[in-house]
């Protein structure tokens, strides 16, 4: 086990530093994937069909989408 020299110790023991965490890695592409893949499967179970090019914003914005990941036949 690596022995810390105090000078580090009494930094890291700073109060000013409780609330510091490390950066929080950005999502890749195939969490953004899994993540709109998760999104419609929701919609789809909520509404019982699938989005369509009609209706409020979110049931357009679901249905581009949809059309983008048929696309790259990923559905």
């Known amino acids: 086990m690596m022995e810390w020299p105090q000078v580090l110790l009494e930094i890291f023991d ?5 609330e510091v965490r490390p950066k929080v890695a950005a999502p ?3 969490d953004r994937m899994a993540s709109k893949l998760a999104e419609l ?3 789809m179970e909520q509404h019982g069909r699938e989005p369509r090019n009609e209706g409020d914003l979110k049931e357009r914005m679901m249905w581009a989408a949809m059309q983008g990941l048929r696309r790259k036949n990923l559905l």
């Open 28 to 30: 890749t592409a195939d």
């Open 41 to 43: 499967n929701n919609w």
């Open 14 to 18: 700073d109060p000013l530093l409780d």
